[in-house]
């Protein structure tokens, strides 16, 4: 809501959002190959939560809404609720809601070099044409269960959340191994 108001982002608009986010990152660590390593240890990772976004209407969500921030509620790729169909999605959107990892790489790199906002979509639509299908279906095919770190499922891996319970002595990785708190 923006100002009493929904504020329903489209493509465009989502783009122009990311860009202001790069434009703070470079002014911040700075416009060269240094600053861009610095952002880089969390830019792209956050596209695994932005991936997330869907306009849902108050018509249709409201209710809903109001029980839990749907952004935090996995959707699939089109809501057929609001007339979604994946043929009627632009590829720079299906990329936008693309959950792999590289799809955030890729992202995240077209919206640092780009110049503009227009240039930016224009690269997002050429990586989406490019790549998306093949991201998907990779995604597909592993499942949303697995690592939490990269958006999938409840927090338990493959092993039904059993490593890192071991005893009650804390965190381990998948080998026992006491995992170190930072």
Excluded: N
């Excluded at 699939?76 to 609720?81: E, I, K, M, S």
């Excluded at 590289?102 to 050429?126: I, P, T």
């Excluded at 499942?143 to 381990?172: E, H, Y």
């Amino acid at each position: 809501m923006l100002q009493g108001r929904e504020w329903l982002l489209d493509t465009q608009e989502r783009v122009g959002v990311f860009r202001l986010l790069v434009s703070y990152m470079k002014e911040h660590f700075g416009d060269d190959e240094r600053g861009r390593r610095k952002a880089w240890y969390f830019f792209p990772w956050h596209f695994d939560f932005l991936t997330r976004y869907r306009p849902l209407p108050e018509a249709v969500y409201g209710a809903q809404s109001r029980e839990h921030p749907l952004i935090l509620t996995r959707q699939d790729l089109t809501d057929p609720r609001v007339g979604e169909t994946p043929e009627g999605l632009s590829w720079a959107e299906r990329l936008l809601r693309c959950e792999h990892p590289d799809a955030h790489g890729a992202m995240a790199d077209a919206l640092w070099e780009a110049g503009s906002d227009a240039e930016a979509l224009a690269a997002l639509e050429r990586i989406g044409a490019e790549r998306v299908v093949c991201w998907e279906e990779e995604v597909r095919a592993g499942g949303r269960d697995g690592d939490a770190s990269r958006g999938g499922g409840l927090g338990v891996g493959s092993d039904g959340g059993k490593a890192g319970t071991q005893g009650g002595m804390g965190s381990r990785d998948r080998a026992g191994e006491e995992l170190e708190r930072g």
